[in-house]
């Protein structure tokens, strides 16, 4: 969201990579949630559905994001959502 980008309130302290990374996952899982609600403003989803190596492999995102949206979500199904969407995209021009 956006095209500026900043780090902001860092100390000796607090710079670490895992602190660093939490906020970018925070963030993430704001702009989804912000995004989601300007494309259905009365939030009508009742579940969400992640794909993608991220929300594969990072429990946190996951977890950032079911806060945001409070409804059940699940993973695709897949690994290889490129390779599956291609097939489904030729199996339809087939048709």
């Known amino acids: 969201m956006g095209d500026r980008g900043a780090i902001r309130n860092i100390t000796t302290d607090n710079l670490t990579v895992g602190s660093l990374f939490r906020a970018a996952f925070d963030h993430m899982a704001d702009n989804y949630a912000h995004c989601a609600s300007r494309l259905s403003p009365e939030r009508a989803w009742d579940r969400v559905v992640l794909s993608g190596g991220l929300a594969r492999n990072v429990p946190y995102l996951r977890e ?30 087939r048709g």
């Open 64 to 93: 950032r994001i079911a806060s945001r949206f409070a409804c059940p979500l699940r993973l695709h199904g897949t690994e290889e959502e490129t390779l599956q969407g291609l097939l489904v995209l030729a199996a339809e021009t």
